[in-house]
């Protein structure tokens, strides 16, 4: 692409960026894109192309958009606290297996959690139907 090509492209683009309502309304505003790594390689010799400004350069592909990384101190104290939430979560669900008669225990075998959590809805279940009916 010669520079007077890449100069038109660019103004042409501007416009439809800029919001010139009669660019803005044809279907070739749908051609800029929204982000480097998916665009045409039409538009990425334009990013390639500096004009000597260094500020205009494209950021680095490997340059990773989204959340910031947490600080060591910070992770650290997450993984504290959720290991924290596991040991109390499994502590709730023991004391709930003690709840439960043995006929729920499938060959002395511990339950899984979620067969806690059913059973315990079943064994709830019996003893209001049983409650009903006295």
Sequence with gaps: MNLDAVVTKMLTDWSVLGGDSVRSAS?????????????????????????GFPERRSPP?????????MSVKRRMKASEREKMRMRS???ALHQLRDYLPPDYSKRGQPLTKIQTLKYT???INELSELLSRA
């Design 121 to 123: 809805i079943e064994y």
């Design 61 to 69: 592909k490997a340059h990773r958009l989204g959340k910031p990384k």
């Design 27 to 51: 279907p070739e505003s749908s051609s800029v894109c929204s982000s480097p790594e998916t665009c045409c390689s039409e538009h990425r010799e334009l990013d390639d192309f500096s004009f």
């Design 89 to 91: 979560l499994a502590e």
